[in-house]
């Protein structure tokens, strides 16, 4: 494919996935600048593992983030003070807690993410 040509139609949650995995990957490299807004990787990670039909765990979380995890701690209980998300019990383990995203969160970053997506789209010709 060369560079002109458009890249097929994607979904938001495609793009949500890309910008977690982008996310997760300059945190485990060490190149987050200190000011990089760890919740926005999270609620990212949150929307891409949820269309995954995965749940991820505050641990997992908190790691994903790329913050300390005192910080990353933190934020997910803004968050979840704010009902951005909600923390569930595993029924698997019910030592740990699972985050998921509020369905207001939810509806939010999908309409983001796609309008996100149509102006890429649009930029790019």
Do not use: I, Y
Not at 56 to 80: I, K, N, W
Not at 94 to 106: E, Y
């Amino acid at each position: 494919m060369d560079l002109g040509t458009p890249l097929p139609p994607t979904q938001p949650a495609d793009l949500a996935e890309a910008l977690a995995v982008l996310a997760e990957r300059r945190a485990l490299g060490g190149k987050l600048p200190p000011s990089t807004d760890h919740a926005w990787a999270m609620l990212l990670a949150l929307f891409a593992a949820e269309r995954r039909s995965e749940r991820l765990s505050v641990s997992d979380l908190c790691g994903l983030s790329g913050a300390p995890l005192t910080t990353a701690f933190r934020a997910v209980l803004r968050m979840e003070d704010r009902r951005m998300v909600m923390r569930l019990a595993d029924p698997r383990d019910h030592r740990r807690s699972l985050v998921a995203l509020s369905d207001p969160t939810r509806n939010a970053l999908a309409e983001a993410l796609g309008d996100f997506l149509a102006a890429l789209v649009k930029a790019s010709g």
